[in-house]
Nanobody, 126 residues
Framework: QLQASGGGLVQPGGSLRLSCVAS????????VGWFRQAPGKEREGVSC????????YYTDSVKGRFTISRDSAKNTLYLEMNSLSPEDTAVYYC?????????????????????WGKGTLVTVSS
């Protein structure tokens, strides 16, 4: 099970940190990722980590602003989001998968990860 939290209302230029706690399995052995879906748009992969080589992928629009990480001791996945803009407004989902595909492949949406948390809403507005 995955439980995401940390969303909320933030002003443009602000920051948020999303958390995703895993229970029932160890995140270190899984590929993990953050996805988002804005109103009226398709779900997109924001950032993913591969389990095979720990490679990391970021979609172009968040490079340099968002950082994905995981804490083994807390079995938790994070997404640090800085310099937020209204275009980042979306429901954010965390996901995990036991296979070893590349991070870019997971985030491309070509393959749907096996386990998903309920989303957490991020609203960027003044």
């Amino acid at each position: 099970q995955l439980q995401a939290s940390g969303g909320g209302l933030v002003q443009p230029g602000g920051s948020l940190r999303l958390s995703c706690v895993a229970s029932g399995f160890t995140l270190d052995y899984y590929a993990v990722g953050w996805f988002r879906q804005a109103p009226g748009k398709e779900r997109e992969g924001v950032s993913c980590i591969s389990s095979s080589d720990d490679s990391t992928y970021y979609t172009d629009s968040v490079k340099g602003r968002f950082t994905i990480s995981r804490d083994s001791a807390k079995n938790t996945l994070y997404l640090e989001m800085n310099s937020l803009s209204p275009e980042d407004t979306a429901v954010y989902y965390c996901a995990a998968d036991p296979l070893g595909f590349g991070a870019d492949y997971y985030c491309s949406g070509s393959y749907v990860m096996a386990y998903w948390g309920k989303g957490t809403l991020v609203t960027v507005s003044s």
